[in-house]
């Protein structure tokens, strides 16, 4: 059975209105598919770290995030050739950074 399913486009611009109001900075990187692009999100903590997650779901449909290293945090460069690589796999997906010094930014659905 298919879910609703939010259109990408007006779940990142959620984000950003989001961020906004949170006094976090956000900017689309790389527009992807309107309706279902992959969503990749960058959060840089303007010390020279950043981490990125991806969106994905559970064996039951419901949207998660899983964060890409694990266990350690990405330099500046090393982020931006990650996400190279990801848009010639997917050139439908949707980048978003985030500056977050402070780790104020929460995702509302669950890890995986």
């Given at each position: 059975?298919?879910?609703?399913?939010?259109?990408?486009?007006?779940?990142?611009?959620?984000?950003?209105?989001?961020?906004?109001?949170?006094n976090l900075s956000a900017y689309v990187i790389k527009k992807g598919d309107q309706d279902a692009g992959v969503i990749f999100i960058q959060i840089n903590k303007l010390n020279g770290k950043n981490d990125i997650y991806y969106q994905t779901r559970t064996?039951?449909?419901?949207?998660?995030?899983s964060k890409v290293k694990n266990d350690k945090s990405f330099?500046?460069?090393?982020?931006?050739?990650?996400?190279?690589?990801?848009?010639?796999?997917?050139?439908?997906?949707?980048?978003?950074?985030?500056?977050?010094?402070?780790?104020?930014?929460?995702f509302v659905e669950p890890f995986s």
């Open positions: 059975m298919e879910r609703d399913r939010l259109k990408s486009s007006i779940w990142i611009q959620s984000q950003i209105r989001i961020c906004s109001i949170n064996i039951t449909g419901q949207i998660s995030w330099t500046q460069k090393e982020a931006c050739d990650y996400l190279e690589k990801q848009k010639q796999y997917d050139p439908d997906l949707w980048i978003l950074e985030i500056e977050d010094p402070e780790g104020k930014y929460e």
